[in-house]
């Protein structure tokens, strides 16, 4: 097996990562993984390294777990593809009717995308299509919260709100409305959580009712911002309005 100061060497040749500053990895090593073992990863030098971060919060059951393995491997035997315009098949079938039934109520129908930046660009879309159907073709500003991250493509960048992701790229991406997150980091000392959230929320509610006329859709991500430093509010600030 090739070692990691091996794998190391060859990756820095050809691969280019995610989210990362390549001139970071003259000073700071590359960390070749060759398997993975429930929150642990393993390389090929026998050392193994804890996933706190599961992955980029991808890996919910763990790496390498033998229910989602046999599960894969059983239906890569059976079908592994077929496109799913004009045709359809059970596994598809029975997720959506598994996801619906967990969705609130009104939300009765599945579209699959392969990534979740895929998944916003898809959302963004389907919401301006629906008020373009609907005859009010006015109606396509975004709202979004501050501090708010939603991916790397052009639609998910223009309503992610982290400079970081998006300085470089402004000059392409679409004009957006951002209210302030209702985020508990900036919670003055002595106010309860709810509390905060409810006050911050304020600009929410405020922005919607006067720009409903030009509001399609507004985007948060549930309760936590990951990428925004993890900030958090709790459920009961997004029950509010
Ligand atoms: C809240 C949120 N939305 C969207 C995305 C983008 O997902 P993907 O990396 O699969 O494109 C991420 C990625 O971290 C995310 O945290």
């Not at 390549?22 to 000073?27: A, V």
């Not at 209702?182 to 309860?192: F, H, I």
Request: proline share 5%; net charge negative; with cysteine.
């Amino acid at each position: 097996m090739a070692s990691s100061l091996d794998l190391a060497r060859r990756d820095l040749q050809t691969v280019w990562h995610p989210c990362t500053q390549m001139k970071d990895h003259e000073w700071l090593p590359m960390i070749p993984i060759v398997r993975g073992d429930g929150a642990w990863l393993h390389d090929a030098d026998g050392r193994r390294y804890l996933d706190a971060i599961s992955s980029w919060w991808v890996n919910l059951f763990g790496h390498a777990n033998p229910r989602i393995a046999a599960a894969v491997s059983h239906q890569l035997g059976r079908l592994e593809h077929v496109m799913l315009a004009g045709f359809t098949h059970e596994p598809a079938i029975e997720l959506a009717e598994r996801l619906t039934a967990l969705a609130p109520a009104g939300l009765t129908r599945c579209f699959y995308a392969d990534n979740g930046s895929s998944a916003i660009e898809v959302a963004l879309k389907m919401s301006f299509h629906y008020w373009r159907n609907a005859g009010r073709t006015r109606k396509r500003r975004f709202v979004t919260l501050t501090n708010s991250y939603h991916g790397e493509t052009l639609g998910a960048l223009a309503v992610g709100h982290v400079e970081l992701y998006r300085e470089i790229y402004q000059p392409l991406l679409m004009d957006v409305t951002s209210v302030p997150s209702p985020d508990c980091y900036l919670r003055e000392a002595g106010e309860s959580w709810e509390a905060h959230s409810r006050r911050m929320f304020a600009y929410m509610e405020e922005t919607l009712a006067r720009h409903a006329h030009e509001i399609c859709a507004v985007i948060v991500e549930p309760l936590v911002q990951c990428a925004g430093s993890m900030r958090m509010y709790p459920a009961t600030a997004t029950a509010c309005t």
